[in-house]
């Protein structure tokens, strides 16, 4: 199954430069139907200009993106510079506590797919 989804810039970039291998998602009911071995069609957002194909590897729930952030190496996020709180801090500028606190948190580890640009 192929599954699109926005990407910011920043982010969008680090997974094209092979540096980004986990995507940070809320377990809402559209991540929910995701599975191991599904492409992912990343579309850098706002301007749509670019996309970018990944295999879906693994899938991991946690609770809260503090429990994510402290489980899983702050380099497979592309952050190494950022603390656990930072991390958290700017993934609550995209989703809210609330939303958090009802659908828990999706960790996607994804695999750039040859002859993705």
Do not use: C
């Not at 291998?21 to 850098?44: A, C, M, W, Y």
């Not at 993106?65 to 899983?72: A, L, V």
């Amino acid at each position: 199954m192929i599954h699109t989804m926005g990407l910011y810039e920043q982010p969008f970039q680090s997974i094209k430069a092979g540096k980004k291998t986990v995507e940070v998602r809320l377990n809402d009911e559209k991540r929910r139907l995701i599975k191991r071995g599904d492409i992912i069609r990343f579309r850098e957002v706002p301007h749509h200009a670019e996309e970018l194909k990944v295999e879906v590897l693994t899938l991991r729930n946690y609770d809260t993106f503090k429990e994510m952030y402290e489980s899983i190496p702050a380099e497979d996020f592309a952050a190494e510079e950022r603390s656990v709180d930072e991390m958290v801090q700017n993934t609550y500028k995209i989703y809210t506590p609330e939303q958090e606190k009802k659908w828990g948190t999706l960790a996607i580890t994804i695999k750039l797919l040859e002859g993705t640009p």
